[in-house]
């Protein structure tokens, strides 16, 4: 049952992702097509309104000043609002402001769309600051993402000195993109009894005559952009794990398919782009190949149970359910915590801390690859970055100077994705030791030995992935962690988005080589299998020695 | 050899050694180790000091293999230039000041000076011949021993320093000033004084530096990480596990593979003008080749006597070989190789005693006098025609007809005639050279487009074309046809290479990406190409491409070599250093290496010790044969990827059997 459970979501992810693909690229590749009647009238007074009538391509430094500064006016608004929330409407529960700290790592969280929770939705945030604040930049980040990855790929793929237009991307990312599919998800959840409302909590009295007070509020319409756009922040502070937010196995399918589908689709839209289907295959197929594989070790270690608990003889048929809904059970768990640690989605249906060692260094090790389908865009543009490093270090090997897609791998692009592929282990590193030299760091760590070192390692793997889904047990509302963290999430979405967006431009400018017999082929099974040796020579290498000593030393010593 | 032991010492040299960043981080953990080792004190490591002792004796051997790599890749472009300073020293020369001759040493000229240089002298600088003509011995530079025609106006006018001239006496305006020369720039270029990373081995650096930072995070980090957790880390097993991780194995041998690329053209008497030349030849898309001397041998061979007239064909062929008994020109010999082949016979006695008579541009016959007053020639047909009537001959009827067919063809026709009669015509055909539609062929599977050019005709021009296996032709080309090819290809984003002589070559030659100069050419020419054939065989350009490929291999094929050790040498340490503290990593000790101090020391042997046995490898490069990129590739990867991955496994295995013994 497990293994057909399993099947069949791949089984639909693989049906939708390429017409999703497909359309995404319909939707940005800016050529007229039939969805212009739908969706064309309701952005132009949009663009009207902000004065985009010529909509002309912009250079990279453009482009990436043009998305970090409408950033930069989000994370402004969202800052005050949450400062200020008590006194806004939409306040039925009476509750306060947020600390600057909090607020500082909150806000940053979610432009980043990292979505790392370091306060609880139902006592933190009022209604009005879960729609204004949280919803509005679940969309945005997302839209952000989505167009930076967009901007990439044509960089890339087209000949000339413009990536795109951002304002024009990001309007459309929203209105063609994320509009209707958070409408359509959100109905079908509302239809599940997922609750949509602005009334306050509900005081009930139980059987046994004690009251409870139980959380409500506009669930649903934060549920479906959450998993879209890969945002992961939950509505209540137990995330999909709460009845509310994610009541059924068939819930649980669809938030699946919701963080993942689009993700998926990326490679495909890329491979339109490249006007080579092949080629937008063999990047699905290394992420395909590398989440079954991280899927199995996370299904195999929950499903073994704890060996520890096992050897009491305690019954471990089920598997370790310690942390795990019954209303999911082992693969529907595993299978959520896969997904959301390679969509970089962050949500989480069950506790990552309790996983067992080798199920929780599947969620740990996908984050901090960052390429496993990855956040919106970021996991295609990571994917890309491998592959153009793929072809610098082995396209020599056929005597002729690395190219991909018909261009030249120069110094010049060769520095930009150092910057990248430096940040992205220095930012998880160098505070994870940070932490450990320190008692501000060490303080928070609820479980002491090799768990701990997994605690505070996925902490900041998590943020600097944009992930946001937490190991949790870590006591992390605090200024140390709220600052720390807020870095970490911020030098990872913009220090990369922002070397990438200038590789883009520089392949963009450079003059195309033909395709010979002699070329360097980037489109074959070969490449593919290539492409996961460099993601794990490179990309998780430098993971091994900190991992050996958490979950690994962890596993070795429960055995 | 010896000298290569002793550059690697004096490159310990830091401020060296930065150039090398990865090595520079491994010497900076040498020093450190040693300063451990020699003040336990400090460090708390009294009771270490053998195994830091062994440790930083083995970075240190790293080091110095990688220093010895680099040296020992110098060393061999050196000693080639010790043998062209000899060919440097004081030359005398004769300038001519106004009307006087004075004697000045060569050191004191300057460009436009002009000199006399007589039979048995040294040429004192690079110039051009104004006046004379001089058979000059370029085999200084040539290494080729036949002595070679220089003459004032033309193609063959550019003479360089340090050749001798040995017959007659020419009159030569110096091009160069002392220490621009073209003996000069040779000596700096195989010397690898100015070498200069080319821009694929900047890239190159940039990826090693950041893997280089990437570890060194990763190592500095660990400490605090495993303190947590009451796992002590030494600072020596750290710094090991540092160099291993590092791409020491390819940082070491870059520049090596560098030189020895651009050691490997010179070997082939081809000089580089620059590294980036030679790595352009391996991404060459299209090849612009002469038709004449590249693809055909340019002295057109004998292949049909042609009877006109009222001439018989034997006698026709007769007086065909008489008039060339003498004449040493391929065109000459090819007559009487034809009349072997075909057992023709003629009377060689004929010839006896009499006078031949040189061929010269005014005339544009040769021939001889014979002893009886006769005189034979044998020239171009004009020539030959004008020769006759000059002397009141008649012109047989079919002559013109029969030139013109052969004409048509695509041979050329030379006429022969005795006194007022002409007797037949020598066609005289360009015959491709032999392999030349094999090795075209395998340009094409290696995706490389060829283009032919020449003056002959259309018609002609597709002839040699489809027999030599072109890809493409221009027929009737202008010096400005080659530039404009060029420049349409590179418009394509194709890279091209061409080789060429003339002084009219020079614009397409500075056009080309590669540009093969040929070494009898002209100043103009050798300036304007980067690379220049001291052989002055423009066929080698083929090779000069597989050279580049090589190069380019090469370098591919260690990096992902060096990256791909990685696995195994993580495997070896990682258990190793976490074993005393965690007792259960030993699960992770899938070699089963003796204890964690052999583990540790044999990889870092490894590493080690893999530098020097690569060099071999480095120097000759990876083993190249043209193919399709597709099955290059996959051959590569599985030898040097796959490879890599478990070469060191068993290596680092071994290593810890014997290392065992003692710890």
Redesign the interface.
């Known amino acids: 049952m497990d293994i057909l459970q399993i099947i069949i979501v791949i089984g639909i992810l693989m049906l939708i992702a390429k017409p999703l693909g497909n359309y995404m690229y319909h939707v940005f590749s800016n050529e007229s097509n039939r969805t212009d009647k739908i969706f064309g009238p309701i952005e132009k007074p949009i663009f009207w309104i902000i004065g985009l009538k010529k909509r002309a391509g912009m250079s990279w430094r453009k482009y990436a000043i043009s998305f970090v500064l409408t950033n930069v006016m989000l994370v402004a608004v969202s800052y005050v609002l949450l400062r200020v929330q008590s006194g806004l409407p939409l306040n039925p529960n009476d509750i306060g402001n947020m600390e600057p700290t909090l607020v500082m790592n909150t806000v940053i969280s979610f432009i980043t769309n990292t979505n790392l929770q370091h306060y609880s939705g139902e006592t933190g945030l009022t209604y009005f600051s879960q729609m204004a604040v949280i919803m509005m930049m679940m969309f945005t980040s997302a839209a952000t993402g989505l167009s930076v990855a967009v901007a990439f790929v044509r960089g890339i793929t087209t000949k000339g000195s413009t990536i795109g237009n951002f304002f024009e991307d990001f309007v459309k990312a929203h209105i063609r993109i994320f509009f209707p599919l958070s409408i359509l998800i959100t109905l079908v959840l509302v239809g599940m009894h997922v609750p949509q409302t602005l009334d306050p909590t509900l005081s009930v009295t139980t059987l046994e005559g004690a009251t409870q007070q139980i959380a409500i509020g506009p669930v649903a319409s934060l549920e479906s952009i959450k998993h879209l756009g890969t945002n992961g922040g939950g509505f209540f502070g137990v995330n999909s794990a709460h009845p509310f937010e994610n009541p059924n196995g068939t819930t649980n399918v669809i938030e699946i398919l919701s963080m993942w589908a689009l993700a998926a689709g990326l490679p495909f839209m890329y491979g339109r782009f490249a006007k080579s289907k092949k080629q937008g295959w063999v990047i699905f197929s290394a992420m395909m190949i590398l989440f079954l594989v991280f899927l199995t070790i996370a299904y195999t270690a929950e499903k073994s149970g704890n060996p520890l608990l096992n050897g009491l003889g305690i019954d471990a048929s089920q598997g370790s359910m310690e942390g795990k809904e019954v209303r999911f059970g082992i693969a529907q768990s595993a299978l959520f915590t896969t997904v959301t640690t390679a969509a970089t989605t962050g949500t989480v249906n069950n506790m990552h801390d309790t996983l067992t060692p080798l199920g929780g260094l599947v969620p740990l090790a996908e984050m901090m690859l960052n390429v496993v389908f990855g956040g919106k865009g970021v996991g295609l543009v990571n994917m890309l970055m491998y592959a153009i ?1 793929a072809v ?11 190219e991909f897609l ?1 261009r030249k ?3 010049r ?3 930009l994705i ?1 910057i990248a ?2 940040t992205h ?2 930012i998880i ?2 505070p ?3 932490a ?2 320190t008692d501000l760091g ?1 303080g928070a760590i609820t479980n002491p ?2 768990h ?2 997994s605690q505070v ?1 996925y902490e900041f793997t998590s943020s600097a992935a944009n992930n946001g889904s937490g190991f949790e047990g870590l006591a992390d509302n605090t200024p140390f962690w709220n600052i720390s963290t807020g870095l970490v999430m911020f030098f990872g979405r913009y220090i990369s988005m922002i070397a990438l967006l200038a590789v883009a431009g520089s392949m963009n400018r450079k ?4 395709e ?6 980037t489109d ?1 099974a ?1 490449f593919t299998f ?1 492409l996961l ?1 460099t993601v794990i ?2 990309g998780a ?6 991992i ?2 958490g979950p ?2 962890e596993h ?2 429960i ?1 | 050899m010896f000298q290569a032991i002793k550059a690697s010492f004096i490159k310990l040299n830091p401020v060296s050694m930065m150039k090398n960043p990865v090595m520079f981080v491994v010497e900076v953990g040498t020093l450190v180790v040693l300063l451990m080792t020699i003040f336990p004190g400090y460090f708390d490591s009294e009771d270490r000091i053998g195994f830091n002792l062994t440790v930083f004796l083995i970075l240190l051997f790293t080091v110095l293999f990688a220093n010895f790599a680099e040296a020992l890749a110098e060393g061999r472009g050196k000693a080639q230039a010790d043998t062209l300073k000899k060919t440097k020293k004081e030359i005398t020369a004769n300038k001519v000041v106004g009307s006087a001759v004075k004697t000045i040493p060569s050191t004191e000229l300057r460009k436009g000076d002009i000199v006399i240089v007589k039979q048995g002298e040294m040429i004192p600088g690079d110039g051009e011949v104004i006046e004379g003509l001089a058979s000059v011995d370029e085999s200084a530079i040539t290494g080729e021993s036949a002595p070679v025609i220089k003459e004032a106006g033309g193609d063959f006018n550019s003479v360089t320093g340090g050749t001798r001239v040995v017959s007659d006496s020419i009159k030569v305006r110096i091009t160069s000033d002392p220490g621009e020369t073209f003996i000069d720039r040779m000596i700096s270029l195989v010397e690898g004084a100015k070498r200069q990373k080319t ?2 081995e ?3 650096n ?2 090693l ?3 280089t ?3 060194l ?13 009451d ?1 002590e880390l030494e600072i020596p097993v750290l710094i090991a ?1 540092l160099v291993c ?1 590092i791409p020491t194995t390819i940082g070491g041998l870059l520049s090596a593979i560098g030189i020895a690329g651009m050691d490997r053209v010179t070997q082939f008497n081809v000089l580089a003008m620059s590294g980036k030349a030679v ?1 352009a030849a ?2 060459i ?1 299209t090849m612009i080749l002469d038709k004449t001397g590249t693809i055909t041998f340019g002295n057109r061979m004998a292949s049909e006597i042609v009877p006109v007239g009222k001439a018989s064909g034997d006698d026709a062929a007769a007086w065909a070989a008489i008039s060339s008994l003498h004449d040493e020109t391929p065109e000459g010999r090819s007559v009487l190789d034809w009349m072997k082949r075909n057992n023709k016979l003629y009377d060689a006695a004929l010839g006896e005693g009499g006078t031949f008579v040189e061929f010269r541009a005014e005339t544009r016959m040769s021939g001889i006098d014979l002893k009886d007053g006769r005189q034979v020639r044998k020239g171009a047909v004009d020539s030959v025609r004008k020769w006759v009537i000059a002397q009141g001959g008649a012109i047989p009827d079919n002559l013109g007809k029969e030139a013109e067919r052969v004409a048509s063809l695509g041979g050329t026709p030379l006429a022969v005639a005795v006194d007022k009669e002409i007797f037949g015509l020598i066609y005289l055909k360009d015959t491709v050279k032999p392999g030349m539609r094999e090795r075209f062929d395998q340009l ?6 060829t283009i032919m050019c020449t003056g002959d005709n259309p018609l002609t021009a597709a002839t040699i074309a489809k027999e030599a296996g072109v890809d493409d032709f221009i027929a009737e080309s202008k010096p400005e046809d080659k530039i404009a090819v060029i420049r349409r290809e590179q418009a ?3 890279l091209v290479a061409m080789t060429g002589d003339g002084t009219n070559d020079a614009p397409a030659l500075a056009q080309a990406d590669v540009g093969l100069a040929m070494n009898s050419g002209t100043t103009a020419a050798k300036e304007a190409a980067n690379m220049v054939d001291l052989d002055s065989d423009p066929s080698k350009i083929i090779e000069v491409v597989a050279i ?3 190069l ?2 090469t ?3 260690l ?2 070599f060096s ?2 050790n ?2 195994a040498k ?1 495997f070896a340490i ?1 258990p190793a ?2 074993m005393l503290a ?1 007792p ?2 030993k ?2 000790n899938v070699m089963g290496l003796g204890s964690p101090l052999s583990a540790v020391l044999s990889a870092l042997i490894f590493n080690a010790i893999i530098i020097p046995l690569l060099i071999p490898l480095a120097m000759r490069g990876v083993a ?1 044969r043209p193919m ?3 099955r ?3 051959r ?2 599985l030898v ?2 796959l490879g890599g991955v478990i070469v060191p496994f068993i290596g680092i295995k071994i290593i810890d059997l014997i290392v065992h013994v003692w710890i």
């Open positions: 490093l610098f270090i082995s396209g020599l090997m056929v005597g002729r100077t690395p018909g791998i120069e110094s692009e060769m520095k150092a592929i430096l282990p220095f590193l160098a994870t030791a940070i450990f030299l060490k030995g090799y701990g070192i390692l003059q195309w080589v033909p010979t017999l002699g070329t360097f082929r074959n070969l290539l040796g020579l490179i290498l430098t993971f091994l020695p900190a050996v000593l690994i030393a070795l010593t055995r | 821009p694929n900047i890239a190159l940039t990826l530096i950041s893997l930072l990437i570890f995070i990763v190592v500095v980090t660990l400490g605090p990480i495993a303190s947590y957790v796992v596990l991780l790595e391996g991404d898309n094409r599977a290696m995706g490389i487009k394509e984003g194709k580049g490929k090589q380019l291999m370098r591919g094929a990096t992902t990256i791909a990685d696995i993580y990682i250093m976490f965690i259960e990593m699960a992770l190249y399709k990129a597709s290059l590739l996959s590569n990867l040097y990827g």
